[in-house]
């Protein structure tokens, strides 16, 4: 099965605080771990929203708004893109990632033919 795990970031619009090089070895060290056990399929990081443009569909009409977007609660600031057995071994490698702070969200990803 194939999971999507979601970064989530601060408050839209702030900027955040770069980690420790001590924090980032910890986080390569925890990729390389996923990578050797054959668990990631992608990852990345995202622009900042003020990069982003949204599309908004009302019927025929096609509305573009460009970033930033201030009145989201919580934008995707990163993710995984996991093959595991069960959202359960997911989960517990996601709990044993050396993070200090921060929300992740773990989705089944459906797979549909032809894609």
Not at 26 to 36: C, D, P
Not at 74 to 83: A, H, K
Request: glycine residues 10%.
């Amino acid at each position: 099965m194939r999971v999507l795990v979601l970064a989530k970031e601060g408050e839209p619009g702030k900027a955040a605080t770069p980690p420790t090089p001590e924090a980032m070895a910890e986080y390569q060290k925890f990729n390389e771990e996923l990578v050797k056990a054959g668990v990631v399929v992608a990852s990345g990081r995202l622009s900042p929203s003020a990069q982003g443009k949204r599309v908004r569909f009302d019927g025929k009409k096609r509305s573009v708004i460009d970033g930033p977007f201030p009145e989201t609660k919580e934008l995707v600031g990163g993710y995984w893109l996991w093959e595991v057995r069960s959202i359960d071994e997911a989960l517990e490698w996601l709990k044993r990632a050396p993070f200090d702070g921060g929300t992740f969200e773990l989705r089944q990803v459906s797979m549909h033919e032809g894609a």
